[in-house]
């Protein structure tokens, strides 16, 4: 069966120090592969997707990037952290375009 | 901007009773359409999903019903149990961007002895 990881659960950075927010999905090959970020009480706004290695689409302007060096591994990066960065970072795969995206159980942000 | 809403912030229900959660949504480009439950600090959890060529589905103790002509979604819990209190979102999704959910700002259900 497919699983997610994603590290670390929680994180506390102060503002200014970089970012590395790691993702990777065992038992599938070739996922697409999403970030998502939730704030405090809210639904989750979609920032980043991947379709295949080096493969990246940004969803919305922001101080952060995403990589994906391999197959089954999504990366959520900043060089300069920002206190408006705090959140629930979510990610999720999914198998083509007719499959429920799967969720990790996420990572805790709060910049200090 | 069209968005996926939910109507009741939340919603207290008796163990053991029915419960049914309710979502409004106004893209009508929408064709997908996934109910997700969310327990504290984990992340969310696929229960069920409905494509909009269908008006009912059901799984495990739990129905998704869609009305395209209102544009509503609803998810009703069978039996609800202690187990079944968290957060649930509804999300929409469009076939030709797959995986780019908008999702609604979701529903605590909190379910009491």
């Known amino acids: 069966s497919q699983t997610i990881h994603q590290w670390p659960a929680t994180l506390v950075q102060p503002v200014g120090s970089p970012l590395s927010l790691e993702c990777t999905v065992e038992?599938?090959?070739?996922?697409?592969l999403y970030w998502y970020r939730q704030a405090a009480g809210r639904g989750l706004q979609l920032l980043f997707y991947?379709?295949?290695?080096?493969?990246i689409s940004s969803e919305v302007p922001q101080n952060l990037s995403a990589s994906r060096p391999q197959d089954r591994q999504f990366i959520l990066s900043s060089k300069k952290l920002l206190l408006s960065d705090s959140g629930f970072y979510l990610c999720?795969?999914?198998?083509?375009?007719?499959?429920?995206?799967?969720f990790g159980n996420g990572t805790r942000l709060t910049v200090t | 901007g069209e968005s996926v809403g939910l109507h009741l912030p939340t919603l207290s229900v008796q163990e053991g009773d029915n419960s049914i959660i309710n979502c409004a949504y106004s893209?009508?480009?929408?064709?997908?359409f996934i109910w997700y439950k969310q327990e504290s600090g984990k992340g969310p959890q696929f229960i069920i999903d409905?494509?909009?060529?269908?008006d009912k589905r059901q799984g495990q103790r739990v129905t998704v019903l869609l009305n395209k002509t209102v544009k509503h979604l609803s998810l009703q819990i069978a039996a609800t149990q202690p187990g079944d209190s968290a957060v649930y979102f509804c999300?929409?999704?469009?076939?030709?961007?797959?995986?780019?959910?908008?999702f609604g700002a979701g529903t605590q259900v909190v379910v009491t002895p």
């Open positions: 999720a795969w999914t198998v083509g375009n007719n499959s429920p995206l799967h």
């Open positions: 038992g599938t090959s070739n996922p697409n």
């Open positions: 991947s379709i295949g290695i080096g493969q």
């Open positions: 893209n009508s480009a929408s064709d997908y």
């Open positions: 409905i494509r909009s060529n269908m």
């Open positions: 999300a929409e999704n469009k076939a030709d961007s797959w995986g780019k959910l908008q």
